[in-house]
């Protein structure tokens, strides 16, 4: 990788949920970085708080019953946050763009595939039809869509899921964004499908020079294709660290859990690792470690303290939320 600088900074981000539980709070205080043509992987359980931090940067998140309570998201040095309403339409899309979980309920089923990728371009570009007609046509053979020509007037459901995810990729980097956010971008395709479209997103950052955003809970996904991994636990980054430091060291027990947690060919007997109980509701979060209840290194202060980010060794980028490593960090 050749980082270019800084192209989204995110600091000390708050999203907040309301219900009949009184607030919740999804996204608190996440501060995290991308450099230019970078792939950042973010990984955890689910409610982790992953999809609320994308749906946050894309100013996406419903209000009510959301709110994005706190924080700056820096995207070139502008705040997204205190852009309007059209501003941010302006930049949606066309500088910042998503591939959402599942394509066939992202893709809508009474258009054609052709139309659902001309339609953000001709909205962001200004393109006339014919334009669009061969923009699409363009993106359709870069994903590798067999006869494009013919498929460009198909309706999703005459597509495979592998196609599906490729048709959503495509209308991503219909306007050349700068940034793409991949949530769960192969979560439901089969391990051969889903190679395929990793190679495919990776071949495209490099020909296309973009950064990307890749959210998972897939750790063999992030081993394949990410620069550098944030790991998300009940709302807050818990570790930080380029990706081989991150599997050859990971220093955050819930980090090593997961890792733990890693299907391997083993001798018969053995038994995969697991962590016992469950992510804490964002209603009900723990006064200090939020991972204190699971944690089997636990110690009494970690029940009363909300632990500062240790960075082992010092100066490494390697940082990871947890007592256990106060003193390698000093």
Known sequence: MNPGGVLLEVKHLRTCFWSAEG?????????????????????????CGKSV???????????PPGKI????????GRD?????????????????SMIFQEP???????????????????????ATRGQALDRALELMKLVGIPSPERRVDDYPHQFSGGMRQRIMIAMALSCDPRLVIADEPTTALDVTIQAQILELMNRLRTQLGMAILLITHDLAVIAETAHRVVVMYAGKIVEEAAVEDLFHSPLHPYTQGLMGSIPRLVRRGDRLVSIDGMVPSPFR??????????CKRRMERCERSMPPFFEV???????????????AAT
């Open 80 to 96: 997204l946050l205190r852009l309007s309403a059209e501003e941010m339409r302006r930049v949606r899309g066309r500088q910042i």
């Open 69 to 76: 309570a706190g924080g700056e998201i820096l995207f070139d």
């Open 313 to 327: 060794p010092p100066g490494s980028g390697h940082r990871a939320a947890c007592f256990l490593h106060e003193g």
């Open 53 to 63: 931090t994308s749906l946050s940067i894309m100013r996406l998140i419903p209000e």
């Open 285 to 294: 979060l723990p006064a200090g470690c939020r991972f204190f209840n699971r």
């Open 104 to 126: 066939m309920t992202s893709l809508n089923p009474v258009f054609t595939v052709g139309y659902q990728i001309m339609e953000g371009y001709m909205l962001h570009t200004g």
């Open 23 to 47: 607030e919740g709070q999804a996204v608190d205080d996440v501060s995290f970085t991308i450099q230019v043509g970078e792939v950042l992987g973010m990984v955890g359980e689910s409610g």
